[in-house]
C-alpha cells in the first residue's frame, strides 16, 4: 500500500519561497512509470493541479505556474519536492502530493498541508 | 474559474439515486476516455472512485457508477447514504497533456 506524506512550514510570508516535500512509502518513486505529482486547494475550492515529476525525472508543470515552481525528486530519500517562489496570499492553500499514472488520474494522495502566506 | 463544469450542489435522500454532471470541450472529455472521480469528504484528502470513464477501484462500492457522452461525463450515485455527502470532483486528462479538474460538486443527503 503506498503511502504519501506532505511536510514543510505552514505559514510562508509574501514573496518567500514555499517548499514542501513528499514522503513515499510502500513504493519507489523511480520504478513503475508513475508520475508523482503535486496539486492544491484554494480554502472552499476546487483541485488545481501543480505538477508532476516522472518516475524517469522527467518534469511536467501548469502552465500557468511554471514561471513559479520547481519539482524534484531525491530517488534515495524516496521524496519529491515542490518549491514555489515570490508567493502571494492566493497561494494559499492545501496542498496535495500524490502518485498518478499518465492519464494524471491520481490513485493515492498525501493527507494534505495547509501553507498560509501571510506577514 | 474551472476548465471543468459542475454543478455546485445537488441533494438526494437517502435511497435515492442522484446524478452530478462535468462538462468540458472536444480538447478534453470529448477527446479521451481518461476521466475520472473523486470523493472528498470535509477536512480529508480526495479519494479515487471511479478512472477511465466508468471503472471503479478495487474497493469501491458499486453504488458508484458513471458515463460519458460527447463532451459531458456523469456520476451516478444509486441507493443515497448518509455517508455520501461530501464533495464530489471530476477530472479529465487534456490535449495540452495536463489534467484539468471540475470546481466540485457538494452532495447532501436529506
Known amino acids: 500500500q503506498v503511502q504519501l506524506q506532505e511536510s514543510g512550514p505552514g505559514l510562508v510570508k509574501p514573496s518567500q519561497t514555499l517548499s514542501l516535500t513528499c514522503t513515499v512509502s510502500g513504493g519507489s518513486i523511480n520504478s513503475g512509470g508513475y508520475y508523482w505529482s503535486w496539486i492544491r486547494q484554494h480554502p472552499g475550492k476546487g483541485l488545481e493541479w501543480i505538477g508532476s515529476?516522472?518516475?524517469?525525472?522527467?518534469?511536467y508543470y501548469n502552465p500557468s505556474l511554471k514561471s513559479r515552481i520547481t519539482i524534484s525528486a531525491d530517488t534515495p530519500q524516496n521524496e519529491f519536492s515542490l518549491k514555489m517562489t515570490s508567493v502571494t496570499a492566493a497561494d494559499t492553500a492545501v496542498y496535495y502530493c500524490g502518485r498518478a499514472e499518465y492519464s494524471y488520474t491520481v490513485d493515492y494522495w498525501g493527507q494534505g498541508a495547509l501553507v498560509t502566506v501571510s506577514s | 474559474q474551472s476548465a471543468l463544469t459542475q454543478p455546485a450542489s445537488v441533494s438526494g435522500s437517502p435511497g435515492q439515486s442522484i446524478t452530478i454532471s462535468c462538462t468540458g470541450t472536444s480538447n478534453d472529455i470529448g477527446f479521451y476516455n481518461f476521466v475520472s472521480w473523486y470523493q472528498q469528504h470535509p477536512g480529508k484528502a480526495p479519494k479515487l472512485i471511479i478512472f477511465e470513464v466508468s471503472h471503479r477501484p478495487s474497493g469501491v462500492s458499486d453504488r458508484f457508477s458513471a458515463s460519458k457522452s460527447g463532451n459531458t461525463a456523469s456520476l451516478t450515485i444509486s441507493r443515497l447514504q448518509t455517508d455520501d455527502e461530501a464533495d464530489y470532483f471530476c477530472?479529465?486528462?487534456?490535449?495540452?497533456?495536463?489534467?484539468?479538474f471540475g470546481g466540485g460538486t457538494y452532495v447532501t443527503v436529506l
Open positions: 515529476v516522472y518516475s524517469s525525472g522527467s518534469t
Open positions: 477530472s479529465s486528462y487534456t490535449t495540452s497533456s495536463t489534467p484539468a
